[in-house]
């Protein structure tokens, strides 16, 4: 396919220069809705025999200099512009106040016609008018540790509304407050401690909650104090609170919130912790993910336990949408936190709180005057293959990429931004999108369709004469009736169809001709060549310019190209020629050629795999025959072994082989027979593959058979021994045991003491009988 592309060219040198080339490079092409469709520059000739005879009709695609070059008139040329249309183009308002709706954009809709990679350039408007309304809601965390902030902003009512006054006459503020989803981890589920989530010391305490939405947007201050004053401090378990919670309903929930069509529309969010995001709610098994609806029930949000928390894409995805612009206000130890998430929500600022919180109006001040004099210009999803970039027409605006940026821009200030709009590719419909200034309502609409069609007012004759009367003319093409086809319409193809007479033309299901001839009645009619050759063969697959070259030479000089392949003179051979036949430098001193293992190809061996050059003689990945020949060579020797019962067909590898006395000098290879003996060998590969020759010692080496008798005497005695000596053992240890419990027994005789007293039941064998007569005279 004929294919344009544009090319931007960099001439770099010592001054910069930038030179834009229209470029057309071709493959194939078929009609001019083809070249218009390949690229931005290709244009197409509908001049009625501009080809030349055998020249392809997508000759007529190329840029519009190299047609006119060809004499191609320039009325003939056919080339698709972009168009821009502006449909609504209001001029820009002064100040807001006015009947209808302040317009700070222009201009509001545009219409875009574009070529496929052709890029159109506008110019978009924008001016911030005076006294523009402001939608401001504060968004407070209610857990405990911000009870001082709570006190302080009971008291900066009537301050906050004055600083808003100070920015428009048209200012309203509304207010909302947040902790945490009420279940465990998040927050203590104790009946008890879900109606008072506070500390015991702690009087004023509310329940646990979501986020809660308190007061929509209002211009009374009675109203705001009021409700403010009626806060209480809440409580929850974790440090990160359901900031983003918060922050998604009140950007969906418009109605409920009260934000106007018209104003510039600011969240305010005051906390001193981080905030938990999508996947945490996993912890409380919340599975289901956060859908970014409104889910508002008697100011509460109801969702709260059964939805998991918005990502931070969800949410910066919704403050665009919604065109609202956060201000974090936090304190110290968070502002890095913040910081990171305001890179990831566009037109969002941070703040840094004092401990508690007075400073918050001149926090938020200087936070809008900061979001206010920034005008980021940017647009929403694109259609596929369309690319939007922007340059900004202000002092310091900066190069050109996919958002426009001006900065310092006062109220009433003009500033101008160049839309660049490149499609890429066609569109099949017309589709539309939206640019504008971030946290702005005022957009542009681009309605944006492609031109992929020729327009080329072709006459109205239906047989025209250039189609030999059969055919009517397209485009400068000849668009033939039922049952002609050619460039003229000269072929009838008769019951055939056109496609089938086409399909003759192609190899393999490939291009018609290989794109190097016309079809014609299913023949191929190949071009002829620069050099004056032509393209031959059926398909006109074949010339005779492409065959290798040697030393620059077609062929080496040495043969004749022949359909892309060389056919060498009989003393030549290779894929070019460039080898004389000759096996000279492949044979070995022994004559045969590369040693049987391969083929001589420009004098050099071309070895079987694993063999090397020069000769192929060795083989360092081959497995030695030392191990695959070990069982053939037991068998050709000793006649025994696996293979000794067709040993001449098995091992007919081996095709000579001695018994000797006695090998040559050097290590021989051994293998073990199946009685165990070592049988030593030498073996050699002669000339080819496996072709080898083998050296057999007689004798074999065996191992000497076992003594029975010495055997069996030796075990029969060495376990009498052992039974011996276990038998000495335990009388041994008998008599230690002996020898131990009597001296045991010595020494407790020697500590034991015996009584002098006489034993009272002890009766001694010796009577006395005194007489009582007796006087003893």
């Known amino acids: 396919m004929y294919k344009c592309v544009s090319l931007l060219l960099l001439l770099m040198g010592r001054g910069v220069l930038s030179q834009e080339v229209e470029v057309c490079s071709k493959t194939v092409i078929n009609s001019c809705r083809d070249c218009i469709r390949s690229g931005a520059y290709c244009t197409w000739c509908k001049q009625l025999n501009f080809t030349k005879p055998g020249e392809q009709e997508a000759a007529r695609c190329d840029t519009r200099a190299q047609l006119e070059e060809r004499g191609c008139m320039g009325k003939d040329i056919v080339s698709p512009l972009n168009i821009l249309t502006v449909t609504k183009n209001t001029a820009l308002s002064t100040n807001a106040f006015v009947k209808d709706e302040p317009i700070q954009l222009r201009p509001q809709e545009v219409n875009l016609k574009l070529r496929p990679g052709l890029p159109r350039t506008f110019k978009l408007d924008f001016r911030r008018v005076e006294g523009y309304p402001v ?178 894409g969800q949410v910066a995805s919704q403050l665009e ?15 890095n936190v913040y910081r990171e998430l305001s890179r990831m929500i566009p037109k969002s600022e941070v703040g840094v709180l004092s401990e508690d919180s007075k400073n918050v109006v001149e926090l938020i001040q200087a936070a809008y005057n900061r979001l206010s004099s920034k005008v980021t210009v940017t647009h929403d999803a694109l259609p596929d293959n369309v690319r939007v970039t922007y340059t900004p027409l202000c002092p310091g605006g900066g190069p050109a990429g996919d958002k426009g940026v001006c900065d310092n821009v006062k109220v009433g200030d003009l500033v101008s ?21 971030l946290g702005i309502k005022d957009k542009l609409k681009v309605s944006l369709s492609t031109r992929c069609e020729c327009e080329c007012d072709d006459p109205k004759e239906e047989n025209h004469k250039d189609c030999d009367g059969k055919g009517k003319v397209k485009c400068g093409m000849c668009s033939c009736n039922a049952g002609f086809v050619g460039q003229k319409c000269e072929c009838a193809i008769g ?39 032509t393209y031959y063969g ?32 009989p003393e030549y051979e290779g894929t070019a020629c460039q080898c004389k036949k000759s096996d000279e430098q492949c044979r070995t001193p022994s004559g045969s050629v590369c040693s049987g293992r391969g083929t001589c190809q420009c004098n050099q061996c071309k070895c079987i795999e694993g063999y090397q050059r020069p000769y192929c003689l060795t083989c360092p990945a081959c497995q030695t025959p030392c191990i695959t020949k070990g069982k053939c060579i037991e068998c050709l020797g000793f006649q025994t072994g696996p293979f000794s019962k067709n040993c001449s067909q098995t091992c007919k590898s081996i095709n000579e082989f001695e018994m000797v006395e006695t090998l040559p000098p050097g290590k021989p290879c051994d293998v073990r027979d199946v009685e165990n003996c070592r049988v030593f060998f030498i073996i050699k590969q002669l000339d080819g593959e496996d072709n080898y020759s083998a050296q057999i010692l007689k004798t074999r080496e065996c191992p000497e ?23 000495l053992i335990i009388k041994a240890i008998l008599y230690m045991r002996d020898v131990k419990e009597f001296r045991r027994f010595e020494n407790e005789q020697k500590k034991g003491k015996w009584s002098p007293g006489d034993n009272p039941l002890f009766m001694n064998a010796t009577t006395t009988v005194a007489n009582p007569t007796f006087t003893g005279e």
């Open 417 to 437: 931004f160049n839309v660049t709009v490149t499609a890429d590719e066609c569109i099949d419909r017309e589709r539309s999108f939206l640019i504008g200034p």
């Open 538 to 569: 059926t398909h006109c697959e074949c010339e005779n310019e492409s065959c290798e070259k040697f030393q620059n030479k077609l062929c080496g000089g040495n043969g004749k190209c022949r359909c892309k392949i060389c056919e060498c003179n």
């Open 495 to 533: 019951e055939k169809d056109e496609s089938s007479l086409r399909a003759a033309c192609r190899k393999d299901n490939g291009t018609e001709c290989e794109g190097r001839g016309d079809c014609v009645c299913g023949i191929c009619q190949c071009y002829a060549q620069q050099g004056g050759s």
């Open 135 to 312: 939608d401001l809601y504060y968004l407070m965390d209610l857990s405990y540790s911000m009870e001082d902030d709570l006190r302080s902003i009971k008291t900066l009512g009537n301050e906050l509304f004055k600083a808003l006054q100070g920015i428009t006459k048209q200012g309203r503020i509304g207010f909302g407050s947040f902790v945490d989803k009420t279940v465990l981890p998040f927050t203590n589920t104790n009946p008890e401690k879900l109606k008072k989530p506070c500390e015991e010391k702690e009087l004023f305490c509310q329940p646990a909650f979501g986020y809660r939405h308190v007061l929509s947007m209002t211009e009374n201050k009675a109203d705001f104090n009021r409700e403010v004053d009626k806060q209480r401090i809440s409580g929850n378990l974790d440090s990160p609170e359901g900031t983003l919670d918060a922050i998604m309903q009140a950007a969906v929930c418009g109605d409920r919130i009260g934000w106007r069509n018209s104003s510039t529309r600011l969240i305010v969010l005051t906390t001193d912790d981080g905030f938990h995001m999508a996947g945490d709610g996993k912890l409380a098994g919340i599975l289901e993910p956060n859908d970014e609806r409104c889910y508002m029930d008697n100011k509460l949000y109801t969702k709260s336990n059964d939805m998991d928390y918005p990502s931070v």
């Open 705 to 727: 058979l076992p003594n029975i008798y010495a055997i069996i005497g030796g075990s029969i005695a060495g376990v009498a021994l052992i039974g011996l000596l276990i038998l």
């Open 321 to 335: 949408k919604n065109n609202i612009q956060p201000i974090f206000a936090v304190t110290k130890n968070m502002e």
